[in-house]
């Protein structure tokens, strides 16, 4: 396992503070077969939830506007930022021009058989594959993953071994949880891809959250 996973600072500071869910949570340490993701929105929820990015405390976005809710535990890796890496790979696997990262941490949804009723909780997850999501003219990508050890799940290895119908669930909500009335559609998926794309897709948000926040550390070494 490579050095750069692992973060000290963070560790330390979680000690003594709660940690903020984007910066201070260790990615996990057998990444990218195995991540923490943290969770903002469970299937129960007709509000959308997100981290607020200056304090981390979970915020609301807006209500959904109509019945469709996420089919998944929803939420996003810490430590990935979606940069210029991210869109440079969107632009690679597509052909499309101008595509940029859309600045937020790297998505993920996690599949479970078990029923959990409110999300700001951090669980281990396999991600298995992806969408390629171009919003506007930003990379959007959603990584699909399963509960490490779900009991029914957690035997899927690769996206082909989910039931089609799920997938066709998982898309529709991506294609549709941002419509508002008398709004163009902006979204698009234009592939579905496999765990190895999966893993090269988090590799680059690692790598651009690196870039991104290279003085994170030495801000919070400062500040202390």
């Given at each position: 396992?490579?050095?750069?996973?692992?973060?000290?600072?963070?560790?330390?500071?979680?000690?003594?503070?709660?940690?903020?869910?984007?910066?201070?949570?260790?990615?996990?340490?057998?990444?990218?077969?195995?991540?923490?993701?943290?969770?903002?929105?469970?299937?129960?929820?007709?509000?959308?939830?997100?981290?607020?990015?200056?304090?981390?405390?979970?915020?609301?976005?807006?209500?959904?506007?109509?019945?469709?809710?996420?089919?998944?535990?929803?939420?996003?890796?810490?430590?990935?930022?979606?940069?210029?890496?991210?869109?440079?790979?969107?632009?690679?696997?597509?052909?499309?021009?101008?595509?940029?990262?859309?600045?937020?941490?790297?998505?993920?949804?996690?599949?479970?058989?078990?029923?959990?009723?409110?999300?700001?909780?951090?669980?281990?997850?396999?991600?298995?594959?992806?969408?390629?999501?171009?919003?506007?003219?930003?990379?959007?990508?959603?990584?699909?993953?399963?509960?490490?050890?779900?009991?029914?799940?957690?035997?899927?290895?690769n996206l082909?071994?989910?039931?089609?119908?799920?997938?066709?669930?998982?898309?529709?909500?991506?294609?549709?949880?941002?419509?508002?009335?008398?709004?163009?559609?902006?979204?698009?998926?234009?592939?579905?891809?496999?765990?190895?794309?999966?893993?090269?897709?988090?590799?680059?948000?690692?790598?651009?959250?690196?870039?991104?926040?290279?003085n994170l550390?030495?801000?919070?070494?400062?500040?202390?």
């Amino acid at each position: 396992m490579s050095d750069k996973f692992s973060d000290p600072i963070g560790r330390l500071m979680g000690l003594r503070y709660k940690s903020h869910p984007w910066h201070g949570v260790h990615i996990g340490d057998f990444v990218p077969e195995k991540v923490t993701a943290f969770i903002e929105v469970v299937p129960t929820d007709t509000v959308k939830y997100e981290v607020d990015k200056d304090t981390g405390y979970l915020k609301i976005d807006r209500p959904q506007q109509y019945s469709n809710v996420v089919p998944a535990l929803y939420g996003f890796i810490p430590q990935t930022y979606c940069g210029k890496k991210v869109g440079k790979f969107c632009m690679d696997k597509t052909g499309q021009k101008g595509v940029k990262g859309d600045g937020d941490p790297l998505d993920i949804v996690v599949l479970t058989e078990k029923s959990i009723h409110h999300g700001d909780i951090l669980v281990t997850a396999r991600p298995i594959g992806g969408f390629r999501m171009i919003d506007g003219n930003e990379a959007d990508d959603k990584i699909i993953a399963v509960l490490n050890n779900d009991f029914v799940y957690g035997k899927f290895a690769n996206l082909a071994d989910v039931p089609e119908t799920i997938i066709t669930r998982l898309r529709h909500y991506f294609l549709t949880y941002k419509d508002l009335p008398g709004e163009e559609k902006n979204s698009v998926i234009t592939h579905v891809y496999d765990k190895d794309e999966a893993y090269e897709v988090i590799q680059c948000a690692i790598d651009d959250y690196h870039s991104r926040f290279e003085n994170l550390g030495k801000l919070m070494i400062l500040d202390d």
